[in-house]
């Protein structure tokens, strides 16, 4: 490529980015959701019994947040109220078709798997007078009665559903990362290595948002964080944080050792636009801070409180580096105008529709749902019938 | 999804079209030529001379009418573009004629005009009038000691043949006539703009006024009536062809036979029928 004074983008670049953080936030709660289900799931299927005291709050949390994946989208849609076109006259060949069924098929099963796990307190919460008893009435779906044989029943079903959401998580997520892998027109997203890199960012945030999210809870209840568990849950992050950043810096090191043709704007991308939010917040602050972190913290020489302080600040450096990696994808990939000589500049809207003080509105409902769900169902009780 | 499935402006789209003879078109009439063919081999060998014509038709009737092309008996209009940047003279007539043609918004664009310059010291300099001026007075002058080459090349929707836009669109509202022309249901698109992604060339935007996706149509509501594109019409200097390049006698048939001819980014393996004479390497 011969050097080039001045930069040059196609007009129709010269608005903006067509996907706004709306988009970011969309795959950022889908992979707390997938996230979420796995730590259930490891509980469930795989017998990681260390983790029953949060198996129930994870599936809560994978449901609070999958309840409101959609809104994003919703948001970002520049005709919302022909939203459900994408169910009703959905085009097979566009990756973004199956979105409608996959997410149904997944919100229904997290809420199904969810009111198995909790009916046995659901039976009995029903079983008064009053308006707080006709909720669980509602929640019992009119079956007030379990037998032993029901309980056994139930057991297998959340051990199918179980099963059965671990590849609708896989699919539900990696599906994400397919919408952006699939686009051959951008350098910065066209990589078979999209869906794995989403689904492993995705199971990463989600253990992080739950070790956040346990620590709290337990001051909050005044209760002593269980030693065992989040140990288990540290040394999974740490795992699975390996396992992303290695893919993420792969497919980065394969463009750099290629040096392809769109190169030399993909390395300015990386060192010039994304300069802090992927070299610094995503690579040092939120992966190799954490890295070292979890590793002094899920050894078992180290003492509980540390692990907890260890867990909570790491937690949170993975769950900034997710979203640092959402943004460097999504917007990072929009960044690079398609005429590939010059950089789309994009200016964070605060107000508006798809701006960032609704995206953060958006993004605070999950957990007022889980609060309520932590109110109205005893999600920290440890279930012992489970297994 | 057929065309002829399509709310909007389709037409023409399932019409029969007149055509000339020897258009092999249909499956039926390939098969008949087949059958034609085995017969009149007895009768010499003649016939066989035909048959890798016979083929190259055959390929050139895919790679024009697609898959679900209907049936008709002879050629059916397939619709192209050439530009010949080597006439243009940037004069921006053809983007004001296609935002007055076309309501398009301040800002937001269906064609314009990109000058690419060369400058001895090898740097090569592109920019584009976005002002919606008369000719190119926006543009900073250049200085003819220091330049080796400039040219124009005006941009548009490539129509391509194999459409990544359409491909993605996840409701079907990107489809594409029978002539072969992309265009956008605005009654159906529900804004999502990822064709606005998945297009190479930057041609898609979200319309700031109906908020739907939007793009050129090569003016469909003009060329359904024989009429060309308001920017072919409009270039003082015939740097833009239109025309049916099924029909072998249109002029943009003769200028694709007779001219060498490039694309935009083919690496992608679109296949654009917007055509070009005079790109370099640096086009994109
Ligand atoms: S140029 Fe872009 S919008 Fe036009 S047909 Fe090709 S991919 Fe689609
Ligand atoms: S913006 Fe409209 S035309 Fe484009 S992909 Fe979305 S629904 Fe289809």
Request: proline share 4%.
């Given at each position: 490529m011969?050097?080039?004074?001045?930069?040059?983008?196609?007009?129709?670049?010269?608005n903006?980015?067509?996907?706004?953080?709306?988009?970011?936030?969309?795959?950022?709660?889908?992979?707390?959701?997938?996230?979420?289900?796995?730590?259930?799931?490891?509980?469930?299927?795989?017998?990681?019994?260390?983790?029953?005291?949060?198996?129930?709050?994870?599936?809560?949390?994978?449901?609070?947040?999958?309840?409101?994946?959609?809104?994003?989208?919703?948001?970002?849609?520049?005709?919302?109220?022909?939203?459900?076109?994408?169910?009703?006259?959905p085009?097979?060949?566009?990756?973004m078709?199956?979105?409608?069924?996959?997410?149904?098929?997944?919100?229904?099963?997290?809420?199904?798997?969810?009111?198995?796990?909790?009916?046995?307190?659901?039976v009995?919460?029903?079983?008064?007078?009053?308006?707080?008893?006709l909720?669980?009435?509602?929640?019992?779906?009119?079956?007030?009665?379990?037998?032993?044989?029901?309980?056994?029943?139930?057991?297998?079903?959340?051990?199918a559903?179980?099963?059965?959401?671990?590849?609708?998580?896989?699919?539900?997520?990696?599906?994400?990362?397919?919408?952006?892998?699939?686009i051959?027109?951008?350098?910065?997203?066209?990589?078979?290595?999209?869906?794995?890199?989403?689904?492993?960012?995705?199971?990463?945030?989600g253990?992080?948002?739950?070790?956040?999210?346990?620590?709290?809870?337990?001051?909050?209840?005044?209760?002593?964080?269980?030693?065992?568990?989040?140990?288990?849950?540290?040394?999974?992050?740490?795992?699975?944080?390996i396992l992303?950043?290695?893919?993420?810096?792969?497919?980065?090191?394969?463009?750099?050792?290629?040096?392809?043709?769109?190169?030399?704007?993909?390395?300015?991308?990386?060192?010039?636009?994304?300069?802090?939010?992927?070299?610094?917040?995503?690579?040092?602050?939120?992966?190799?801070?954490?890295?070292?972190?979890?590793?002094?913290?899920?050894m078992?020489?180290?003492?509980?409180?540390?692990?907890v302080?260890l867990?909570?600040?790491s937690?949170?450096?993975?769950?900034?580096?997710?979203?640092?990696?959402?943004?460097n994808v999504?917007?990072g990939?929009?960044?690079l105008?398609?005429?590939?000589?010059?950089?789309?500049?994009?200016i964070?809207?605060?107000?508006?529709?798809?701006?960032?003080?609704?995206?953060m509105?958006?993004?605070?409902?999950?957990?007022?749902?889980?609060?309520?769900?932590?109110q109205?169902?005893?999600?920290?009780?440890?279930?012992?019938?489970?297994? | 999804?057929?065309?002829?499935?399509?709310?909007?402006?389709?037409?023409?789209?399932?019409?029969?079209?007149?055509?000339?003879?020897?258009?092999?078109?249909?499956?039926?009439?390939?098969?008949?030529?087949?059958?034609?063919?085995?017969?009149?081999?007895?009768?010499?060998?003649?016939?066989?001379?035909?048959?890798?014509?016979?083929?190259?038709k055959?390929?050139?009737?895919?790679?024009?009418?697609?898959?679900?092309?209907?049936?008709?008996?002879?050629?059916?209009?397939?619709?192209?573009?050439?530009v010949?940047?080597?006439?243009?003279?940037?004069?921006?007539?053809?983007?004001?004629?296609?935002?007055k043609?076309?309501?398009?918004?301040?800002?937001?664009?269906?064609?314009?005009?990109?000058?690419?310059?060369?400058y001895?010291?090898?740097?090569?300099?592109?920019?584009?009038?976005?002002?919606?001026?008369?000719?190119?007075?926006?543009?900073?002058?250049?200085?003819?000691?220091?330049?080796?080459?400039a040219?124009?090349?005006?941009?548009?929707?490539?129509?391509?043949?194999?459409?990544?836009?359409?491909?993605?669109?996840?409701?079907?509202?990107?489809?594409?006539?029978?002539?072969?022309?992309?265009?956008?249901?605005?009654?159906?698109?529900?804004?999502?703009?990822?064709?606005?992604?998945?297009?190479?060339?930057?041609?898609?935007?979200?319309?700031?006024?109906?908020?739907?996706?939007?793009?050129?149509?090569?003016?469909?509501?003009?060329?359904?009536?024989?009429?060309?594109?308001?920017?072919?019409?409009?270039?003082?200097?015939?740097?833009?062809?239109?025309?049916d390049?099924?029909?072998?006698?249109?002029?943009?048939?003769?200028?694709?036979?007779?001219?060498?001819?490039?694309?935009?980014?083919?690496y992608?393996?679109?296949?654009?029928?917007?055509?070009?004479?005079?790109?370099?390497?640096?086009?994109?």
């Amino acid at each position: 490529m011969m050097p080039h004074a001045g930069e040059f983008i196609f007009p129709n670049d010269m608005n903006g980015v067509a996907w706004t953080v709306m988009i970011v936030l969309y795959p950022y709660i889908t992979g707390l959701v997938a996230g979420a289900f796995v730590v259930a799931a490891l509980y469930h299927v795989f017998g990681r019994k260390e983790l029953a005291p949060v198996a129930r709050f994870a599936l809560a949390m994978s449901f609070s947040f999958c309840a409101f994946a959609t809104l994003p989208l919703l948001l970002h849609l520049h005709q919302p109220q022909r939203a459900f076109f994408i169910m009703f006259m959905p085009n097979f060949t566009s990756a973004m078709a199956g979105f409608g069924f996959i997410y149904s098929f997944y919100l229904t099963l997290l809420a199904v798997e969810i009111l198995l796990v909790f009916r046995s307190d659901i039976v009995e919460m029903a079983q008064g007078k009053g308006v707080r008893s006709l909720l669980y009435k509602v929640l019992s779906l009119g079956v007030l009665r379990e037998t032993a044989k029901s309980k056994q029943i139930d057991a297998k079903w959340i051990h199918a559903l179980s099963i059965v959401g671990i590849p609708g998580a896989c699919i539900l997520h990696g599906y994400v990362g397919f919408i952006f892998g699939g686009i051959k027109a951008n350098p910065w997203w066209s990589t078979a290595l999209m869906p794995v890199i989403f689904l492993s960012s995705a199971i990463v945030s989600g253990i992080a948002m739950l070790i956040v999210l346990y620590v709290l809870f337990s001051k909050l209840r005044g209760v002593r964080v269980d030693d065992e568990c989040l140990r288990s849950m540290m040394k999974t992050l740490w795992l699975f944080l390996i396992l992303a950043v290695t893919l993420e810096s792969l497919e980065l090191l394969n463009m750099a050792y290629e040096e392809g043709a769109e190169w030399h704007m993909l390395s300015r991308l990386v060192t010039e636009k994304l300069r802090f939010s992927f070299l610094y917040v995503q690579l040092i602050i939120g992966s190799s801070i954490p890295f070292v972190l979890l590793l002094i913290g899920w050894m078992k020489k180290t003492s509980p409180r540390i692990r907890v302080t260890l867990g909570t600040i790491s937690g949170l450096l993975v769950l900034v580096q997710v979203l640092a990696m959402r943004f460097n994808v999504v917007i990072g990939g929009q960044m690079l105008s398609k005429s590939f000589r010059g950089f789309v500049d994009y200016i964070p809207e605060w107000q508006g529709r798809e701006g960032i003080l609704v995206a953060m509105g958006v993004f605070t409902l999950p957990f007022i749902l889980l609060a309520a769900v932590s109110q109205i169902l005893p999600v920290w009780k440890i279930d012992a019938h489970d297994h | 999804m057929s065309c002829c499935d399509k709310k909007g402006p389709k037409d023409a789209c399932c019409e029969t079209q007149t055509q000339p003879k020897g258009f092999m078109d249909t499956a039926e009439s390939r098969r008949e030529f087949i059958w034609d063919a085995v017969k009149n081999f007895t009768f010499g060998a003649m016939t066989l001379t035909a048959i890798p014509l016979f083929i190259e038709k055959a390929d050139a009737e895919e790679v024009h009418t697609g898959k679900d092309g209907k049936e008709v008996k002879g050629h059916t209009v397939l619709f192209g573009y050439l530009v010949d940047t080597t006439k243009c003279i940037g004069c921006g007539g053809c983007m004001l004629a296609c935002k007055k043609e076309n309501d398009v918004p301040d800002g937001q664009f269906r064609t314009w005009v990109e000058r690419y310059v060369y400058y001895k010291d090898g740097s090569v300099h592109v920019d584009v009038n976005t002002k919606g001026t008369f000719a190119f007075t926006e543009l900073p002058p250049l200085d003819a000691k220091e330049v080796d080459k400039a040219f124009f090349v005006p941009k548009l929707c490539n129509h391509c043949v194999d459409t990544p836009c359409i491909q993605v669109c996840p409701v079907g509202a990107s489809y594409k006539t029978k002539e072969g022309v992309v265009l956008v249901d605005y009654e159906q698109c529900i804004g999502c703009a990822y064709c606005v992604q998945a297009c190479p060339f930057g041609t898609r935007f979200i319309n700031t006024k109906t908020q739907t996706a939007d793009k050129c149509t090569w003016c469909y509501h003009r060329i359904e009536h024989g009429e060309k594109p308001a920017c072919v019409d409009v270039c003082p200097t015939g740097t833009r062809t239109f025309g049916d390049i099924n029909d072998p006698e249109s002029e943009i048939s003769k200028a694709l036979a007779t001219n060498r001819i490039d694309v935009l980014k083919s690496y992608l393996g679109t296949r654009p029928k917007t055509r070009y004479i005079g790109l370099t390497a640096e086009v994109v």
